[in-house]
């Protein structure tokens, strides 16, 4: 155990350093949206991964949560801190009260239902045009700023002072992760997704934690949601896009669903991948499509799963 | 105008029925709730386009010509991406045919491009009836639309194979018993199903514009009629694209053409919350 917190903690250290080297914008770029989409796939990975439930809602609530920002940010000058803190409870707030109605459904209608709700929210941020201005989208939000009592304001506005921010979210979010799924909240959850009528019957009250898990995952996107807006300045209604969903899902899949470390490599590699192949968006779509489907018949379990499986066997051959 | 507005709707309706019945008979037999399955709609009408519109077919040859490009396609995609998952997880099965949907469509956007496309058909002439201004390829989709629905209709109730889909759709493991080739049946209904899709592609792609995103927009439209009509059920999901079809119609017509697309959401959200296993659905308990 030692061991594992010093290699966690030297790979921090690592990425700490990292922009004292030099690294160019874009290198700084691409690790902040790294750091975005990690978020929001861990998101995704609860609910698939922990709880076994397909929701296709995950990237709706990242773009409620980027919405909640921009606008109470744009509308009523509220200051970062709070309208992150709002983006992540408004968007847990909504799927609290619609993961009532939607876990009630069967598993077959939960995932029909889940993308109904992502495209009723593309509908209503187009089509709202006194509020969300419609497909001209919401520009000008203000970057993050942090006032602090006594100290002088810190504005996160240079590459470097985001990659920072991200950083620390990130290590907050997983260190967050890790830890609610080693709980007591995280067994129910495994539970569940192992065999749902068993768990009923130890007395694990299946639906309060798949609501609380829906809940939990859509708090997770909000806070992606809501940075995210404040760093690209802009949203529109293509937050609302398939596409979101498409680069989460194989993130989470050829990652490795239910395995923390294996997503992260999965947002370190579907960020990183199109770059170098410098695709153009259909071309890369179609590639990710065939990524996706011969993963899901050849490595089911994905790059953590296939990991975890082989320490699992060594572990066994030593006992 | 209410009489046109009507007959717009049934024109919808009957595209709405072709492939919504293809999606609700897959489920039925085969438990895959096919993401893929607006694409071959899409692809009925891009190989018209490509046919007619192209190569200078006409477009009374391009229509098998597309009903069978369609089923080939459909067919390769069953053999090496469904038929495999078919005993692992529900949710492996719903990432499968949206990876297939994903290339499916970006592919189309690659070879044509993403602008609307327009066909012309032989029948694009304009014809008045009881003041309803219409065109005669709105009429044959119509007609062809109403008779597939009768033949299919008698198909699934007087023969043996249209038995035999109800039978597996009912239960899979009394249908081994008597004998039913289950693995027949389940290519058979995949068949039948995009079949449909290539077809009513290939109708309405004289009326409407085609591109790429189109089978996406018909997907979500077809979700909510089989959750209307309850997810596995025939006769509710004809009936069901029957009703949002003039639904959306009489609204666009009389309210407002953004509320149009938002119809279909709001009807299936309240669905799901009043009665989940649809309007027309037996009662299922579910976990």
Request: with cysteine; proline share 3%; hydrophobic share 55%.
């Amino acid at each position: 155990m030692k061991n594992r917190n010093l290699l966690y903690l030297s790979i921090l250290a690592l990425f700490g350093v990292l922009p004292l080297v030099g690294l160019s914008s874009y290198t700084l770029h691409l690790l902040i949206m790294i750091g975005i989409f990690l978020i929001l796939s861990q998101s995704f990975n609860l609910m698939i991964g922990y709880v076994g439930l397909l929701s296709l809602a995950t990237s709706a609530f990242f773009g409620v949560g980027a919405y909640i920002s921009a606008l109470l940010s744009l509308h009523f000058n509220t200051s970062f801190p709070l309208c992150f803190l709002a983006a992540g409870f408004g968007s847990a707030l909504v799927a609290a009260c619609v993961g009532i109605p939607f876990l009630r459904l069967s598993k077959h209608s939960f995932v029909v239902g889940t993308l109904a709700f992502l495209l009723i929210c593309d509908l209503v941020s187009r089509n709202w045009t006194s509020v969300t201005r419609g497909p001209m989208g919401l520009p000008g939000i203000p970057s993050p700023r942090f006032h602090i009592p006594g100290l002088p304001a810190i504005a996160v506005t240079s590459k470097v002072s985001h990659y920072y921010f991200i950083l620390i979210l990130v290590c907050l979010v997983l260190f967050f992760f890790v830890k609610l799924i080693d709980s007591r909240l995280g067994r129910a959850f495994r539970s569940i997704r192992d065999d749902e009528v068993l768990a009923k019957s130890m007395g694990v009250h299946t639906s309060k934690y798949k609501w609380l898990a829906f809940t939990i995952s859509s708090f997770m996107a909000g806070i992606a949601g809501s940075y995210y807006a404040h760093y690209i300045l802009f949203v529109d209604p293509l937050i609302f896009d398939l596409y979101y969903l498409e680069v989460t899902l194989i993130t989470v899949i050829v990652g490795g669903a239910g395995t923390i470390w294996g997503v992260v490599a999965g947002a370190f590699i579907f960020t990183i991948l199109p770059e170098f192949l410098r695709l153009a968006g259909g071309l890369r779509l179609v590639i990710y499509g065939f990524i996706l489907l011969l993963s899901i018949h050849l490595i089911p379990d994905g790059i953590g799963g296939i990991i975890n499986n082989r320490l699992k066997r060594r572990r066994l051959v030593k006992a | 105008m209410l009489l046109q507005h009507l007959a717009n709707g049934l024109l919808i309706s009957g595209i709405y029925a072709l492939v919504a019945v293809g999606f609700t008979l897959i489920f039925g037999v085969l438990g895959v709730i096919n993401f893929a399955h607006g694409e071959f709609y899409m692809l009925g009408a891009f190989i018209i386009f490509f046919f007619a519109g192209q190569m200078g077919v006409s477009y009374y040859w391009s229509i098998p010509l597309s009903i069978l490009a369609s089923l080939m396609v459909g067919i390769l995609v069953e053999r090496t991406s469904i038929r495999p998952l078919l005993e692992k997880s529900f949710e492996s099965m719903v990432i499968c045919t949206f990876a297939v949907s994903m290339i499916l469509m970006n592919g189309t956007l690659l070879i044509w491009g993403a602008e609307p496309r327009i066909i012309q058909s032989p029948l694009s002439a304009p014809v008045s009836l009881l003041e309803i201004a219409f065109t005669y390829q709105r009429l044959l989709v119509l007609v062809v639309a109403i008779a597939i629905s009768i033949a299919l209709h008698l198909f699934l109730q007087r023969t043996k194979p249209g038995k035999a889909i109800r039978a597996a759709a009912q239960n899979k493991e009394a249908c081994q018993a008597v004998g039913i080739d289950i693995a027949q049946i389940s290519r058979l209904t995949f068949g039948l199903g995009i079949g449909l899709c290539g077809l009513a592609g290939a109708l309405v792609a004289p009326v409407y514009s085609v591109f790429p995103t189109m089978g996406q927009i018909a997907m979500f439209k077809i979700f909510a009629i089989v959750i209307l009509g309850g997810l596995g059920n025939v006769k509710g999901a004809l009936l069901a694209a029957l009703i949002l079809g003039l639904g959306e119609s009489l609204i666009a017509g009389y309210v407002s053409a953004t509320l149009k697309d938002g119809l279909a959401f709001l009807v299936m959200l309240f669905i799901l919350l009043l009665r989940p296993e649809g309007i027309f659905g037996k009662a299922v308990r579910t976990l």
